[in-house]
């Protein structure tokens, strides 16, 4: 019965201390799967206008695709990444109906430096609607 108890005692002390072991290692992680976007981006702004042709509202980023065309008259589709939804809900009043395909958008935000049609729509960056009203600003 004593062997029982001994056992019982160290489970007692061990297993706060294993769950805060495993948390601390999820939380670590979690951090490291984030992306940081130091040196991906310009550091001025670029801006399109277009036609929605996707509304991803999605986790971990929601996703915004304009057809723009350029200067050779030809279409390229232009990625908006935004942040998850439940900011963009809880911001501004965002759902997964918020933007229609065919509806037209003028997107500010820093490029991609290797000159991809896709950028970051956090800070610098905003959206206007087709009559030239801010929608979003970002952080």
Do not use: C
């Not at 996707?54 to 065309?69: K, T």
């Not at 390229?76 to 965002?94: A, D, F, I, K, T």
């Not at 820093?110 to 729509?121: D, E, V």
């Amino acid at each position: 019965m004593d062997l029982d108890w001994g056992r019982m005692r160290m489970r007692a002390h061990l297993e706060p201390g294993l769950s805060a072991v495993a948390a601390l290692l999820l939380a670590v992680s979690l951090a490291q799967a984030h992306h940081g976007d130091a040196g991906r981006y310009t550091e001025t702004v670029k801006t399109v206008t277009g036609s929605v042709v996707e509304f991803q509202f999605i986790n971990p980023h929601s996703m915004l695709v304009i057809a723009v065309e350029d200067e050779n008259g030809d279409i390229v589709e232009w990625y908006g990444e935004l942040g998850p939804p439940n900011s963009l809900q809880n911001r501004w009043g965002w759902d997964k109906d918020t933007f229609q395909v065919g509806d037209v958008l003028t997107m500010t935000g820093r490029s991609l430096k290797n000159g991809g049609p896709y950028m970051t729509l956090s800070e610098l960056s905003r959206l206007l609607d087709a009559e030239g009203n801010e929608i979003y600003v970002g952080d």
